[in-house]
């Protein structure tokens, strides 16, 4: 009888080990613009204050103003060194791309857009399509206020949840495989998907190449892969806070060959997807270990504010640059005048 109870609970181990979760890393459909309410220019779940880095000079309502999310448009294209032209930068981009109704996949959703010009002269090329900061592992949930200013709620505090499924996927073991879905334009350039894990070491999956017409889900599957449990090297790890595996969504690399024609290239992502084992059984545990010791903040939070401030000040240079620009809007309305 005992051993008929220990096999059974050997058996039931061996399947809960075996099953593998799959998470969203990141569905571009849930980054659609939607706040401010009367001029929707970010995406209110993943709104970032970086108000930090505006100096005295600046009134509280221009402070207030100083947000920016993972709103579809506010990702950036960055090229190879090689590849950066005036006019490739400026015709580099990234749009929401709405998908008409009717359509056979993604109706009525939007997705990102993503043109990217190379030049046309033969050689390797390369660009990342980027968030516009680097997305926090364990930030708290925020919600704006009537005044524009994002505070966590009291049973968000110590979850460290905000990203979790923006960019962030956590309780990650081992990676088996990785899903992408986009849309090609027969081009022959190759994608792939760039993730860091939490010791801050990237790992770049060569996706494939999108010379295909229409939506297709491009898979990595991870050939190191070990099934059988038996041929694992079994290891016991101490929990928080050290264990917190978790992959980040660094960026979407497109390759150019050289031989292979430049100019501009179009492409459209719904989403990345992962399969993987858990690190832990149970994520939800007795006791919430963050939001008694706060170890995990702690640890990122010297990294966050130096990333919040080098991205304060880019966007405040680029609001100030904003403003020297010439207005050909106010040129027109004064020749009216």
Same mark, same amino acid.
């Given at each position: 009888?005992?051993?008929?109870?220990?096999?059974?609970?050997?058996?039931?181990?061996?399947?809960?080990?075996?099953?593998?979760?799959?998470?969203?890393?990141? @569905?571009?459909?849930?980054?659609?613009?939607?706040?401010?309410?009367?001029?929707?220019?970010?995406?209110?779940?993943?709104?970032?204050?970086?108000?930090?880095?505006?100096?005295?000079?600046?009134?509280?309502?221009?402070?207030?103003?100083?947000?920016?999310?993972?709103?579809?448009?506010?990702?950036?294209?960055?090229?190879?060194?090689?590849?950066?032209?005036? /006019?490739?930068?400026?015709?580099?981009?990234?749009?929401?791309?709405?998908?008409?109704?009717?359509?056979?996949?993604?109706?009525?959703?939007?997705?990102?857009?993503?043109?990217?010009?190379?030049?046309?002269?033969?050689?390797?090329?390369?660009?990342?399509?980027?968030?516009? $900061?680097?997305? !926090?592992?364990?930030?708290?949930?925020?919600?704006?206020?009537?005044?524009?200013?994002?505070?966590?709620?009291?049973?968000?505090?110590?979850?460290?949840?905000?990203? #979790?499924?923006?960019?962030?996927?956590?309780?990650?073991?081992?990676? &088996?495989?990785?899903?992408?879905?986009?849309?090609?334009?027969?081009?022959?350039?190759?994608?792939?998907?760039?993730?860091?894990?939490?010791?801050?070491?990237?790992?770049?999956? $060569?996706?494939?190449?999108? /010379?295909?017409?229409?939506?297709?889900?491009?898979?990595? &599957?991870? !050939? /190191?892969?070990?099934?059988?449990?038996?041929?694992?090297?079994?290891?016991?790890?101490?929990?928080? !806070?050290?264990?917190?595996?978790?992959?980040?969504?660094?960026?979407?690399?497109?390759?150019? #060959?050289?031989?292979?024609?430049?100019?501009? $290239?179009?492409?459209?992502?719904?989403?990345? +997807?992962?399969?993987? @084992?858990?690190?832990?059984?149970?994520?939800? &545990? #007795?006791? /919430?270990?963050?939001?008694?010791?706060?170890?995990?903040?702690?640890?990122?939070?010297?990294?966050?504010?130096?990333?919040?401030?080098?991205?304060?000040?880019?966007?405040?240079?680029?609001?100030?640059?904003? &403003?020297?620009?010439?207005?050909? +809007?106010?040129?027109?309305?004064?020749?009216?005048?």
């Amino acid at each position: 009888m005992r051993r008929s109870v220990l096999f059974i609970l050997i058996v039931l181990l061996v399947a809960a080990f075996a099953v593998a979760e799959e998470a969203v890393l990141i @569905d571009f459909a849930e980054l659609a613009s939607d706040y401010p309410a009367d001029d929707p220019v970010n995406n209110e779940r993943t709104l970032v204050d970086y108000s930090i880095a505006a100096g005295s000079s600046y009134t509280e309502e221009e402070k207030a103003d100083m947000k920016i999310s993972l709103a579809i448009e506010a990702w950036e294209v960055q090229l190879a060194s090689s590849s950066q032209r005036v /006019n490739t930068i400026v015709n580099s981009m990234v749009k929401a791309a709405p998908i008409r109704e009717g359509a056979s996949r993604y109706e009525g959703q939007t997705v990102l857009g993503a043109r990217v010009t190379f030049p046309t002269d033969p050689f390797n090329g390369w660009a990342l399509i980027r968030p516009p $900061f680097e997305i !926090p592992a364990y930030a708290d949930v925020t919600e704006v206020q009537g005044d524009g200013s994002l505070v966590t709620p009291q049973d968000e505090v110590g979850r460290g949840a905000k990203f #979790d499924n923006f960019g962030i996927v956590k309780n990650v073991g081992v990676l &088996r495989s990785v899903t992408m879905s986009v849309h090609g334009l027969n081009f022959p350039h190759g994608i792939s998907v760039i993730l860091s894990d939490e010791n801050n070491r990237e790992h770049e999956i $060569f996706m494939g190449y999108l /010379n295909f017409d229409g939506w297709r889900d491009l898979e990595w &599957r991870n !050939p /190191n892969y070990v099934g059988e449990v038996r041929n694992r090297e079994i290891r016991q790890y101490p929990l928080y !806070p050290n264990l917190t595996p978790m992959r980040k969504l660094i960026g979407i690399r497109v390759y150019r #060959d050289a031989s292979m024609q430049g100019g501009d $290239f179009i492409t459209y992502i719904k989403g990345i +997807n992962l399969t993987y @084992d858990r690190a832990v059984l149970q994520l939800e &545990r #007795d006791i /919430n270990d963050e939001a008694v010791w706060g170890i995990l903040q702690e640890r990122e939070k010297s990294r966050r504010d130096a990333e919040l401030r080098n991205l304060g000040n880019i966007q405040v240079l680029r609001y100030l640059e904003q &403003r020297k620009m010439h207005d050909e +809007n106010a040129d027109t309305a004064n020749t009216e005048g």
